[in-house]
């Protein structure tokens, strides 16, 4: 399989398993009651069965009967399900969830789901029991390649904080006590130069404090660091010595930006693309960009859930863009008087069973077995048709406008289909 391919393959089932974890970390049971247990590839499924069944002994002496029946109908299930697994467990490992989850009106439903193959191997047997599932460990395997450290400043405010595969994440400010140019009243021009190169210096030692708290325990793990602001800011900043030097010598290089808040993050990361060229944002910037120039000055774009999915079923459709943030279903409404099939994208928290035919306004029902996750269903045409698949992050620009402005669905087509 080529790297694309690999890579394509990866980000579906990096988007598979943010689905589930986000259902596993809605739920709460009412004590300590849904099971979480880690296995690696290397550890025995016999083994696991064994210290299931143990746990289940034991679950046995907890004093509350609601508890103590939910803790072993849990480990029963995940002991039913390593039934179906031989000597070891599959590549990589598994994650197993059981547990009795609140369902609203003092009601509980038993979930149980099985995760097999994370993107990165389990290292360690784990086995925890607590009012919420354990998927912190799964959250970071699913954290993108990739990390730089980001700093923009100016003499007024500053801000720290990560790229971290594709996602922009802000984690410290501060603002600055530097006096503007005019000096007040009764100062002498000398005095009040000094205070002022004194509180430039001291917010300088303040922003290096907060850079080198963040970055340098992640020192071995830094892929590099960016540094952002107008001139001279960043340059006085970088050669005044103010960083720590293991994260002095991390320095790829110095861009000009014009905001210095949360926003100038993004902006930091935009101008450093020549820096950032492997980096996975640029990758999604790149393809959004040929999106762009197709929108605005060719015919291979197609954007929306309907113009791209028709475009798709054409075998038209050479990469599918679709927002990483998005979490939609389709719904189709299936009208038996005229035989058309209208649909829908929702949120998933919003089906209408009832539906008007666009066709012959006749009065459809649809039921939840006529409802889909939204993604799976277009990437399920573009695997037939041979379309390569993009997941864009929203942060940046143009990944943002991708679900805010098209629904978070487009695509470059090989050829113009007028669609």
């Known amino acids: 399989m080529s790297q694309e391919g ?70 029963t299930s995940i002991k039913d399900r390593l039934r179906y697994y031989d000597t070891y467990p599959p ?16 009601q509980t439903d038993m979930v ?68 503007g140019k005019q000096r007040k009243g009764g100062q002498s021009a000398q005095r009040f130069a000094r205070l002022r190169l ?24 830094l892929d590099g660091i960016l540094v952002g602001g107008p001139s001279p800011t960043k340059d006085e ?12 010598d991390k320095v790829l290089g110095k861009f000009d930006v014009a905001y210095t808040d949360e926003s100038g993050l993004k902006d930091l990361v935009d ?47 050479d990469r599918l863009l679709i927002s990483e943030d998005l979490r939609k279903d389709v719904v189709s409404y299936d009208c038996e008087e005229c035989g058309n099939t209208d649909r829908e994208v929702i949120d998933r928290r919003k089906f209408t069973p009832e539906h008007t035919c666009s066709e012959c306004e006749s009065e459809v029902e649809a039921t939840d077995e006529d409802r889909e996750d939204a993604i799976d269903h277009l990437i399920e045409i573009a695997e037939q048709r041979g379309t390569e698949t993009k997941f864009i992050s929203t942060d940046f620009e143009k990944g943002e406008q991708l679900y805010d402005a098209f629904g978070g669905f487009a695509g470059l087509l090989r050829y113009s289909t007028g669609v």
């Not at 590549?91 to 003092?106: P, R, W, Y």
């Not at 900043?237 to 002095?248: K, T």
């Open 6 to 75: 690999e890579q394509e393959q990866s980000d579906r089932k990096k988007y598979e398993f943010r689905k589930v974890i986000e259902d596993l970390t809605n739920y709460e049971g009412s004590g300590t009651q849904l099971v979480t247990i880690y296995v690696p590839e290397d550890r025995q499924v016999s083994d696991v069965v064994q210290h299931v069944t143990q746990e289940h002994s034991e679950a046995a002496n907890i004093k509350s009967k609601q508890t103590r029946t939910n803790v072993q109908d849990a480990l």
């Open 91 to 106: 590549e990589n490992g598994m994650v197993l969830f059981s547990g009795a989850v609140d369902s609203g009106g003092g």
């Open 112 to 179: 149980t789901r099985v995760l097999e193959s994370p993107p990165q191997p389990v290292e360690s047997f784990r086995y925890h029991c607590d009012s919420d599932f354990l998927t912190e460990p799964l959250e970071e395997m699913l954290a993108d390649k990739g990390l730089y450290g980001l700093v923009v400043l100016d003499r007024r405010e500053a801000n720290v904080g990560w790229l971290k595969g594709k996602r922009i994440e802000p984690v410290k400010s501060a603002s600055s006590l530097v006096p």
């Open 271 to 317: 101008n450093a693309e020549d820096a950032l060229a492997d980096a996975e944002v640029m990758k999604d910037k790149r393809q959004m960009e040929e999106f762009f120039e197709e929108l605005n000055a060719g015919e291979l774009a197609t954007y929306g859930f309907e113009q791209t999915r028709r475009n798709l079923m054409m075998g038209a459709v």
């Open 237 to 248: 900043f970088l050669d005044g010595d103010y960083l720590h030097h293991e994260i002095q």
């Open 198 to 221: 004194e509180a430039i210096d001291n917010f300088y030692q303040e922003v290096a404090g907060m850079a080198n708290d963040l970055f340098v325990p992640k020192r071995h793990d």
